[in-house]
């Protein structure tokens, strides 16, 4: 991601041809798949000033893609009076500086930290492969499995849920995980005993109870699962390169008033 800045001096006269000709080129830049989002600022202490940032996928994205692109032509047909009241337009990269201030809406807490820490996960999993040993459905599935594999998916879960990376750095990640499920021909019967299983297991160990946190987890548990399915029939042909996913609390977030 760039960031490209702008910055205009336009006299007076002129500022409300600028302002509706950048209302009309934004247009273009809302359709441009190079273009992530922009800005236009206009100075409260000198109002001839104007500072115009577009984030761009990349400098080259910016450069190539859309100016050498079928969309560059009406974007640049609605700015052209207006470069030469140009000052600076340079690409800038983000610096580590950067953050919340104070007056800024706190942060929700990870999943992961909302449900305990990675702890709670391992615990989870332990209390799940034992219900998945006892249970007709699946065990047969998992009669071979590592004794360290209740280990491996609460690391997973963990990571998911916001916590470190250690799925990704001892396990491999995304690529390893769906390894393990490619051609196993999970039915529709045993999904939703892995996802009943889950939930009993989260009940057994006290995983906080509070309607957003469980909302949260099972919305996870119905994605992955129908995903797992979807990977492991026999003509899968999944993404094998794709991230570890990172969930969080969706359109319910704790209260925290
Ligand atoms: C949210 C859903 C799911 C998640 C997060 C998940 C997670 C994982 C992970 C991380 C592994 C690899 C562990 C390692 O690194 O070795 C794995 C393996 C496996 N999963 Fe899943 N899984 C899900 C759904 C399912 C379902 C629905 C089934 C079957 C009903 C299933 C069956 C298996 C089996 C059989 C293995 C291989 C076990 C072995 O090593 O023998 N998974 N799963």
Redesign the pocket.
């Known amino acids: 991601m760039v960031n490209e800045y702008i910055r205009y001096r336009v006299p007076q006269e002129r500022a409300g041809g600028f302002e509706a000709a950048y209302e009309r080129a934004a247009e273009v830049l809302r359709m441009a798949p190079q273009c992530v989002d922009y800005e236009l600022s206009r100075c409260l202490d000198d109002p001839a000033c104007y500072v115009l940032r577009i984030r761009w996928t990349s400098t080259d994205e910016h450069l190539r893609g859309f100016r050498g692109g079928s969309l560059f032509a009406k974007f640049f047909a609605e700015i052209k009076p207006y470069v030469a009241d140009i000052e600076e337009m340079r690409h800038y990269t983000n610096t580590a500086v950067a953050g919340p201030g104070a007056a800024a809406a706190p942060a929700a807490p990870t999943l992961h930290e909302w449900a305990g820490g990675t702890d709670a996960f391992v615990q989870l999993c332990d209390a799940f492969y034992r219900l998945v040993r006892a249970d007709e459905?699946?065990a047969p599935?998992?009669?071979?499995?590592?004794p360290?594999?209740p280990r491996?998916?609460a690391?997973?879960?963990a990571e998911?849920f916001g916590g470190p990376t250690s799925?990704t750095e001892?396990?491999?990640g995304y690529r390893?995980?769906l390894?393990?499920?490619l051609g196993?021909a999970?039915?529709e019967a045993?999904?939703r005993?892995?996802?009943n299983l889950?939930l009993d297991a989260a009940d057994e160990v006290g995983l906080p109870d509070d309607p957003e946190f469980r909302a949260a987890f099972a919305s996870?548990?119905e994605?992955?699962?129908r995903?797992?399915?979807q990977n492991?029939r026999p003509d899968a042909d999944p993404t094998h390169d794709a991230p570890v996913p990172r969930w969080g609390w969706g359109i319910a977030p704790p209260y925290q008033g």
Do not use: C
Not at 141 to 146: E, L, S, T
């Open positions: 459905l699946l599935m998992f009669v071979r499995m590592d360290e594999h491996y998916v690391l997973w879960l998911v799925y001892e396990r491999g390893h995980m390894g393990k499920h196993r999970i039915n045993q999904r005993r892995w996802v889950m996870y548990l994605w992955g699962t995903l797992a399915l492991s």
